[in-house]
């Protein structure tokens, strides 16, 4: 099967086994040119800095074109490279699409370079087909698109509260957005990911382009973890969740970790908290982060401590104190200093305390406001329902929405039917006999993506 036929056959079906047949098969027949277009298309590591894709809307179908798929990873190579940027991009991207045939052009090469197949295979799918072949065929690892995502941390209450001794690091948990910054020496492009779930986040262009004026200036390739913040969270995420009118000049990125990417790339980066967290102050002290990124990017403080003694209790316990005080911190984190980096894992060596509890739900319902009070003829809370902190949460969360954004939900209730939610509260509640909990003084914070079942 040519590969443009697999990619229509693998569009039309809806069944996970079908396009999983489909794509073993592909791979067992041979067909290279699909995976390489797999690669290119869904790595985020690889990028082509094109925005606009032309899309050919008239042409002869019998016409073969001269265009041919080594001629495509040609230019896919110089766009990579950033060796063709703007008008000379443009027309070198035009160039060929005039040279192709309409419909490889149109299901194919656009789409490689729009980052979308459309297919409708996720990566962790497609992974698990490739797989098993690589166990008799080593030649299809390199065709398993990385999946990147950052470290996670554990509670730090509960079991995990006796953890919560000996000497630790710590930090804040910024009210905000999780992103990866990976500065690739090679190509001198940075590409930016969503933290959990390792997709990517091009909203955020001031501070790439900040970022990327660093390159020239690193010994090597590296992956910045850090948390985008606004003036607030729920400002924050109204923001970047437009299509139009975006501006997120005013966000700002906190660095909180910097990884080697050969060691990111690897899954486990053995150079200790501390370690990691001295290169960064270094690359602060060197004023490379304010001159370059405008004092969009900066390096969150950590302090040390011993909580084996009563002085290092009481220092923690007045850091708490100045981050609920803050109100713009959403936790305090407790880091061991001689632990490693783990992308994609939850580990204890990070320990989160919060002074309240945030869970995230998805919008199961709507409840109209009291008809003889303020908000009669509106949404009055949403009901939201889901799994988190390991238990069912069911609970109305009228708290924390502006008038305004009670309208535009009550006027639109499809669109808004499976968003998720972040809540937060002072508590979980258990009524007896019952199985589902609820939550006590539950406050709406925002949305956690741009569509229904998305969490950024």
């Not at 690739?184 to 004026?213: A, C, H, M, W, Y």
């Not at 660095?255 to 102050?281: E, N, T, W």
């Not at 309208?407 to 006999?433: P, S």
Request: net charge negative; hydrophobic share 40%.
């Amino acid at each position: 099967m040519q590969t443009i036929d697999l990619i229509h056959s693998l569009e039309s079906t809806n069944s996970r086994n079908a396009k999983a047949e489909l794509i073993a098969e592909a791979y067992h027949a041979g067909n290279r040119e699909f995976f390489y277009a797999c690669r290119l298309a869904y790595d985020p590591l690889i990028t082509f800095g094109v925005q606009k894709v032309p899309f050919i809307e008239e042409g002869d179908e019998n016409d073969p074109g001269t265009f041919t798929f080594e001629d495509f990873l040609a230019l896919a190579e110089k766009l990579r490279r950033r060796e063709l940027t703007g008008n000379a991009a443009r027309e070198a991207i035009l160039d060929a699409a005039c040279r192709c045939h309409i419909g490889m052009w149109n299901d194919f090469y656009r789409r490689i370079l729009r980052k979308d197949l459309r297919i409708g295979v996720e990566t962790k799918t497609y992974n698990s087909i490739l797989g098993p072949i690589a166990k008799n065929d080593p030649d299809a690892k390199q065709f398993m698109i990385p999946v990147l995502t950052a470290q996670l941390a554990e509670d730090g209450s509960g079991r995990n509260a006796k953890l919560l001794k000996g000497k630790k690091l710590i930090d804040t948990k910024l009210d905000g957005v999780r992103l990866l910054s990976i500065l690739d020496k090679e190509s001198g492009v940075v590409t930016q990911l969503t933290g959990r779930n390792g997709s990517p986040n091009d909203r955020f262009t001031e501070i790439r382009q900040g970022l990327e004026r660093i390159i020239p200036h690193l010994p090597g390739s590296v992956v910045l973890d850090g948390e985008v913040v606004a003036g607030s969270f729920q400002e924050l995420m109204q923001q970047i969740s437009r299509t139009t009118d975006l501006d997120t000049s005013t966000c700002r990125l906190a660095l909180f970790d910097i990884i080697p990417l050969s060691d990111f790339m690897a899954g486990y980066c053995p150079i200790s908290q501390m370690d990691r967290h001295k290169m960064l102050v270094e690359l602060e002290v060197s004023g490379l982060l304010q001159k370059e990124t405008d004092g969009r990017v900066f390096v969150l403080p950590k302090v040390l401590v011993d909580l084996d003694t009563e002085e290092g209790r009481q220092e923690a316990a007045r850091l708490t104190e100045e981050a609920i005080r803050a109100g713009f911190h959403e936790a305090v984190m407790y880091k061991d200093p001689d632990a490693p980096y783990e992308p994609g894992r939850r580990r204890p060596h990070w320990l989160k305390k919060k002074p309240f509890i945030e869970v995230s739900l998805s919008i199961v319902g709507f409840e109209e406001g009291d008809p003889d009070g303020k908000y009669a003829g509106t949404l009055g809370a949403l009901v939201c329902r889901g799994h988190d902190m390991d238990v069912e949460i069911e609970t109305n969360v009228g708290s924390g929405l502006t008038d305004e954004l009670r309208d535009q939900i009550w006027r639109n209730k499809e669109a808004y039917l499976g968003m998720i939610v972040e809540i937060r509260a002072d508590a979980l509640t258990l009524e007896q006999g019952a199985s589902v909990h609820s939550l006590r003084f539950p406050r709406f914070r925002g949305f956690r993506g741009t569509v229904p079942g998305e969490k950024l």
